[in-house]
């Protein structure tokens, strides 16, 4: 009985039909493969297909900036300048601001009040329009050289007053004025005079020269030296712009401006004194 099933199978086996050609090689025999694994796919020829390669991780693109047009560009800003670009101009501009006050409060200042007290000294009439020191009495004001300087006098301590007229000539002509007599004539005008008795002196002359405290006290009549201011006599002491004078007093110059004051036997602190506008 198994004798017969081999022979039957054997002759199955001898009737299915040959799939290949004499003398062609035999083909390779596929492992197995292992249990749970699926087979490995082949491609259209039969040959094992290669293997797919290990995916790679992309990064994802990245985004470019997106670039604004050239009109709508931020256009750069100009360097922002400074107030004060050079060092030492808020310095200049205080001091011309000051300088500028000054001024203002100099012209609406009204002048000092007029020293009270007793004449010094009457004019001299021994002055009658004679050339003194070089120094001559004409029929007008000589204007080429114009300033104005003042004079102060104290007598142990006491202000005196000088005299309004000093180098004009009589018949002089005097007006009022809110701040006391004012010479508008005379029948010449010495290059050193007074128009009013506040002590301001005028020195106009035609030619521009220096004069001297000297000068003046010719023309006034009085004497002038180291103890004697007219007819005050004893130490004397004298201030130019608030400072302490100690050279001859008779060799005082009259600039623009000088304050100058005479202490007769009492030292007096240097008073001040305003110049009305135009003077």
Request: hydrophobic share 35%.
């Amino acid at each position: 009985m198994r004798a017969g099933r081999e022979f039957h199978t054997m002759s199955r086996s001898r009737k299915q039909p040959r799939t290949r050609p004499r003398g062609a090689p035999s083909p390779a025999v596929k492992p197995a493969s292992p249990a749970g694994t699926a087979p490995k796919p082949t491609g259209a020829s039969g040959t094992a297909a290669k293997p797919a390669p290990a995916s790679v991780t992309q990064r994802p693109p990245q985004r470019q900036p997106q670039r604004r047009p050239q009109s709508a560009r931020r256009r750069p800003q100009p360097a922002r300048q400074r107030w004060w670009p050079v060092p030492g101009i808020p310095i200049v501009v205080a001091l011309i601001a000051g300088v500028v006050v000054a001024l203002v409060l100099a012209v609406q200042s009204p002048p000092a009040p007029t020293p009270t007290g007793p004449v010094l000294a009457p004019i001299s009439t021994s002055v009658t329009g004679q050339t003194i020191d070089g120094i001559q009495c004409q029929a007008g004001e000589q204007l080429v050289y114009h300033i104005h300087a003042h004079l102060a006098i104290y007598v142990n301590g006491t202000a005196r007053v000088i005299p309004e007229g000093i180098g004009a000539m009589p018949p002089r002509t005097e007006q009022s004025s809110s701040e006391g007599p004012f010479v508008t004539g005379g029948s010449c005008y010495y290059w050193l005079h007074a128009h009013t008795d506040d002590g301001i002196m005028h020195i106009e002359s035609p030619t521009q020269r220096i004069y001297t405290l000297g000068n003046w006290f010719d023309i006034w009549g009085i004497p002038l030296d180291s103890s004697h201011v007219g007819p005050a006599s004893g130490t004397v002491i004298a201030y130019v712009n608030g400072q302490r004078y100690s050279g001859d007093v008779r060799a005082i110059p009259l600039n623009a401006h000088d304050l100058i004051q005479l202490d007769v036997n009492k030292d007096v602190a240097p008073a001040s004194f305003t110049f009305s506008a135009g003077d």
